[in-house]
């Protein structure tokens, strides 16, 4: 089975879980909460916790639970990361703030984040050493997304360019580690312990890095009409990512003016950004960002040597959908 | 031992805890996390659960991991609520996106809440099921101090009075439920179920009413120098708290007017707002919200019936300490 339809397959059954899950009163709360979910999302942080329990020989139905707090987590980040973005959609849905305000939008990631912990512990089969395990693993993933977003914020702020080894150690903390623990709370309902548990959070943290690698390239060189965000977004809000810090290492004295005149400066206009982008692009900068990608992607790969199976061929194509893609 | 010394006894074993968790890098997160936590607070939640696991013959030994992990999420919806309710100060110093910004007590409010769970699924001593018990208690707590939240902000935004019923529903969920929580896991922490939990559950659920009805009362009439917030502060804020349901109820047309000129009036003067106070007080709405805080301390009171010993003791104290405060 192709990757792209595997996910599919694995999202419906937790978009039914996670529909039962997230509803009662008051109803506004319940709606603000499921907004973004129902408005889609590839459930990938679900797929894995599915498939490293399957690789493991575990059973699905050991996992789902697992797999659909994971995209509450995931929904509780976006919601409150969209609010500290100040950005008005997502996907081209409105985010949770806009459609709702600022409180809902709030108490809407709070409320997914506390579901996310009751239902582990409660709707799990797993006996308690497994579950508590599972909320350990899960709660210091949360603890490292904080630290990353606050060291995203910082990087933004500050007017030095942080170091690829330093843009590394953000992503690692704000994006890698949910799939890093995906990964291993797939291992866990599996029933498995430490080597397992380790292969697969290599797995699932090298993909981490790997996918959000590629999703900052799309920032600066995405289709607009595919990422439904303006041309050179990214460069207009002044993220530091390694696309940025790899063209500014390149670039001569004059490409780097054109950049940094456009660069975090809301009022620059279409043209200068367009133009921007142009330059960036010219500096080779996709081949590096995408060899840099891979490599984490093989690493990944290597995480995986010691397994076969359907669900290995159905993650390392998975890796290729996250590397090669450009939505 | 006066239940003041008791609760100040068993406040600096958590402080130290606590400042033993929350620290880490970026320090700034860690700042903004314990912003609030190193100003004060009388860890009255976390009193409750050393006490409620103490009652039943637990050690306190077993009990602080889940006293501290209360206090944790206690400070969560504390940075949280202050921002929804756009409030500067807590107690004389500056709210935590007021003292930082907006993103950070976020973030601040999201590291407590994902390192309460962190310190109860892997410091606590206790076996993994009573730990699992532990995270199912106060997950579900957690859900219902959201829709608490959202009930309190849509009788807000209503211009309708809530009933009495309704008020009391909005309390249970946004206050009440975290002391019924604290309670609860204190006796999960003695190793105990079912019956236990069932009495130490109502206690704290009960005393959580009473204190909310009480915290409204100093709201309404409560000197400013004490509290440090305006005269009348909730009148302007248009909280309609069990006090100004009475008062509301109990007022004639002229008196009424007088009240409602400044309910939710932002711009209304001192001297309009004094007068309401005045009003209000007229109408003996004082007697009648103690004695409504005294029913439920009452039934605080006999939930611990079969109890003896130093710990019931310093509870029941703690039930007078609470609806008797004017601060």
Sequence with gaps: ???????????????????????????????????????????????????????????????????SAVEMIHNFTLVHDDIMDNDETRHGVPTTHTKFDLSLAILAGDVLYSKAYHTISTKSKLSSNYTTSLVSKLSKACVEICEGQVYD?????????????????????????????????GAICAKRKQNDVKNLSSFGRNLGIAFQITDDLIGIIGDSKKTKKPVG?????????????????????????????????????????????????????????????????????????????????????LLGFVISRRL
Tied chains: 1, 2.
């Design 1 to 67: 089975m192709k990757a792209s339809n595997s996910i599919k397959k694995n999202a419906s059954i937790v978009n039914k879980f996670l529909k039962k899950e997230l509803h009662g009163n008051p109803k506004q709360l319940y709606d603000a909460a499921s907004h973004l979910i129902v408005h889609g999302g590839k459930r990938l942080r679900p797929f894995l916790v599915l498939k490293s329990c399957q690789i493991l020989g575990g059973r699905q139905s050991d996992a789902i639970v697992a797999a």
């Design 233 to 317: 977004n990214d460069i207009r809000e002044g993220k530091k990512s390694l696309p940025i810090i790899i063209a500014i290492n390149r670039a001569n004295a004059k490409e780097k003016k054109i950049i940094m005149k456009v660069f975090g400066n809301s009022k620059a206009s279409k043209k200068q950004i367009s133009l921007a982008v142009d330059v960036i692009r010219s500096l080779g900068i996709e081949k590096e960002t995408r060899n840099k990608a891979l490599k984490y992607a093989q690493k990944a790969e290597t995480s995986l040597g010691s397994y076969t199976g359907t669900a290995k061929a159905e993650m390392v194509s």
């Design 153 to 185: 914020i910082k990087f933004a702020e500050n007017k030095r360019i942080p170091t690829e080894k330093e843009y590394i150690m953000m992503i690692e903390k704000k994006t890698a580690v949910l799939f890093e623990v995906s990964c291993a709370m």
